[in-house]
């Protein structure tokens, strides 16, 4: 059993910047990918970062591309999603989840994830 939890989001200004964290704990956290989705009211669930467990390889919506940064510190057995520029249209609750799937920008393949943190922009 993997228990997730993220924590830091928070209510910003157009242009600000915000920092999720994604603690892991219970199983071996380094095999894991971690994914950030997020959910906007009334709006499906979307994909918006992804990184292996080695922390080589990130994977970005073309919505976030160059504004955020997936990283890890496995030592912590955190995850951090970094969001700088931030725009109106990034309202949304942040989700993290882990899992060992291959296609990381799909929701079906995490097996564990968080509560999630709201994220709110105002412009």
Request: aromatic fraction near 14%; hydrophobic fraction near 35%.
């Amino acid at each position: 059993q993997v228990q997730v939890v993220e924590s830091g989001g928070g209510l910003v200004q157009a242009g600000g910047s915000l920092r999720l964290t994604c603690a892991a704990s219970g199983r071996t956290f380094r095999s894991y990918a971690t994914g950030w989705f997020r959910q906007a009211l009334g709006k499906e669930r979307e994909f918006v970062a992804a990184i292996r467990w080695n922390g080589g390889s990130t994977y970005y919506a073309d919505s976030v591309k160059g504004r955020f940064t997936a990283s890890r510190d496995n030592a912590k057995n955190t995850a951090y999603l970094q969001m700088n520029s931030l725009k109106a249209e990034d309202t949304a609750v942040y989700y993290c989840a882990v899992g060992w799937g291959n296609i990381l920008n799909s929701a079906e393949q995490y097996d564990y994830w968080g509560q999630g943190t709201q994220v709110t922009v105002s412009s």
